[in-house]
């Protein structure tokens, strides 16, 4: 049995790699994430270049801040992939931006023993936040840097870097405290429809979602 973990970019379709069309055509069964009050974004991504008729397995995404109920649900998750694959004897998880970055279907690992598994890169959200600004991510010796922003970014030891990215930023105000020398740029549902990119300043009052990306620059760096 075989799972590949898909990487579909950050939302615009025409991002797909070569890969991630192929093997979404090509196995037998795909499985995508579902939550309740969310629409399917990764489905929704690869549903262009779907065959007809093909099976789609919706799997239980395991958020929120209840262990208990996490756990439960990855292990129904897994327990369907071992079923279908059992079927099947290969399939694909839909991963919404990079099959291994802040990706949910990572935590489904511990329970497939016995399953192989191979990780199909995607454009991460980073790569297209700064391609939509022609902004660097890192030049010459400098890097850069992706934190989570589910909590507070301490911005200590990232000065060394030229580009720093939060995804799923939810405190934009503190961004802006924390990284007074910084320009900051809010990216709301890149890649999506109604997507917006605004100044850091401009976007603290706008509603914003879960996939909410902060991308933060050295003021004055080389472009």
Do not use: C
């Not at 598994?117 to 959200?125: D, L, N, Y």
Request: charged content about 25%; aromatic content about 8%; overall charge positive.
């Amino acid at each position: 049995m075989k799972l590949y973990l898909i990487g579909l970019g950050p939302g615009d379709p025409e991002l797909l790699t070569l890969k991630a069309l192929r093997l979404i055509q090509r196995l037998p069964v795909l499985f995508y994430p579902k939550e309740e009050g969310r629409e399917p974004i990764a489905l929704g991504i690869a549903r262009p270049f779907l065959p007809e008729g093909k099976p789609l397995l919706p799997l239980p995404l395991f958020t929120g801040g209840d262990p208990k109920e996490a756990e439960r649900a990855r292990r129904e998750a897994a327990r369907r992939v071992r079923e279908a694959l059992s079927r099947y004897g290969e399939g694909g998880y839909l991963v919404l931006g990079d099959s291994l970055l802040y990706a949910s279907p990572l935590n489904l690992l511990p329970h497939l023993e016995g399953v192989a598994v191979e990780a199909v890169p995607g454009i991460s959200a980073h790569q297209l936040a700064a391609a939509s600004l022609l902004k660097p991510i890192a030049l010459g010796e400098e890097g850069f840097a992706a934190v989570t922003g589910l909590g507070p970014v301490d911005p200590e030891g990232l000065d060394r870097f030229q580009s720093v990215f939060v995804y799923k930023a939810k405190d934009l105000e503190a961004l802006e405290r924390a990284f007074p020398d910084r320009e900051g740029w809010a990216f709301l549902r890149l890649g999506m429809p109604g997507e917006r990119v605004l100044p850091l300043g401009a976007a603290k009052g706008v509603a914003r979602d879960y996939w909410t990306l902060v991308g933060l620059w050295r003021k004055g760096g080389k472009r």
